[in-house]
């Protein structure tokens, strides 16, 4: 049986300035959507995984969430501290490297809500489809018409053995929901500083080994005001 990674990576640094007017000066992590905060549904995720420690890099009114963090048991939080410099999504994995250890690892956005269909939990999928063998990087993909607060035309074309690469066409069938495993090896050649997480996917994808997984259920991009109002519509009438 293939063990799930007991860390994960919560990238909560960002300035949430697409959300704006919505959320005024609350980062965007904290917003509730239908009763709860974006943070809580990924950690809340994480540890019904079994996830036992989670990496939450930090910038913007870090304090208030580290004030909302404080009082979580499971899984432990590591506060990586981004104050002095926003450093984007990989230059934030990087920073943290020395907490995410050497086996593979959860990472999520925070302004991302998943609905699973039965028997099939995002996580648990992931980590059945994770072969480090052939794997640096396993991303969990959403189809366009399986999901709201996206108005992309997709990321990522899917390959017949899981491979997948970025769009190639003006349209491309899947987007990525933000959840990943992903092998903190990508880190070790990465450089200091900000930088984007493309540059690890582009080393992952050169060497053949970046993957893709199709999420059974529902994807809720949340990170505008209309991607807000859409996913708190689904949720409350679920409710």
Not at 46 to 75: C, M, W, Y
Not at 208 to 228: E, I
């Amino acid at each position: 049986m293939i063990k799930a990674p007991d860390t994960a990576m919560l990238l909560a640094a960002g300035l949430g300035k697409r959300m704006r007017p919505h959320n005024n000066d609350l980062p965007k992590p904290l917003v509730a959507v239908a009763g709860k905060a974006l943070i809580d549904y990924a950690l809340d995720r994480f540890a019904a995984a079994g996830v036992k420690r989670a990496v939450v890099n930090v910038h913007f009114q870090a304090d208030r969430i580290e004030a909302h963090l404080s009082a979580r048991k499971t899984p432990q939080i590591v506060i990586s501290d981004e104050r002095g410099l926003l450093l984007e999504t990989g230059g934030g994995l990087k920073k943290a490297q020395q907490d995410l250890g050497h086996a593979p690892i959860f990472c999520t956005n925070t302004d991302s809500i998943l609905i699973d269909a039965p028997g099939g939990e995002a996580c648990a999928r992931l980590a059945s489809g994770w072969d480090a063998s052939r794997m640096d990087a396993l991303l969990l993909l959403s189809r366009l018409s399986e999901s709201s607060g996206f108005d992309g035309a997709g990321d990522f074309d899917l390959h017949t053995d899981g491979r997948i690469s970025f769009r190639k066409g003006e349209i491309a069938a899947f987007a990525y929901t933000g959840l990943q495993i992903l092998h903190p090896k990508l880190l070790d050649g990465a450089p200091s500083g900000a930088f984007s997480m493309r540059i690890l996917w582009d080393e992952a994808l050169a060497a053949g080994r970046l993957h893709g997984l199709v999420h059974q259920g529902f994807w809720m991009h949340v990170g505008d005001p209309d991607g807000f109002r859409a996913a708190e519509t689904r949720l409350r009438a679920a409710i």
